[in-house]
């Protein structure tokens, strides 16, 4: 009855959680830079100035969007399916969960340079 009970316990955990969601955050740290630094910048509901550090969820469209005296620059938070997802194939219903939470996601780069000193 103890091994079953074990087995069951054990496959359950197994079946009701995704790889990402148990390997990765559900939070990323995003840097962001600029030249000069001091810029503004807004990102969502989040707003600072650089350089500037935000952990934001896995998952989201973000646009970043930077201010520096009177110049505005844009950019698209990119994202990529974190590595650790594929491992889910050999547990398909993980493939299900990670998705659903968003886990699957990674932000690449997490590194973000602004340039203010050139006129592109």
């Not at 990402?20 to 990102?43: H, K, T, W, Y």
């Not at 934001?56 to 969007?65: E, S, T």
């Amino acid at each position: 009855m103890k091994k079953l009970l074990l087995c069951t316990t054990l496959v359950t955990v197994l079946f009701s959680q995704g790889c990402c969601s148990l390997f990765c955050s559900g939070s990323q740290n995003v840097s962001i830079r600029s030249d000069p630094p001091g810029a503004s910048v807004e990102m969502g509901p989040h707003q600072g100035t650089t350089p500037y550090e935000v952990s934001v969820p896995r998952g989201k469209d973000y646009v970043i969007r930077a201010t520096y005296e009177g110049q505005t620059k844009t950019r698209n938070l990119t994202k990529s399916i974190e590595p650790v997802y594929w491992v889910n194939i050999l547990f398909w219903p993980g493939l299900i969960i990670d998705l659903a939470t968003g886990k699957m996601w990674e932000y690449d780069p997490t590194v973000y340079n602004l340039d203010f000193t050139s006129n592109q």
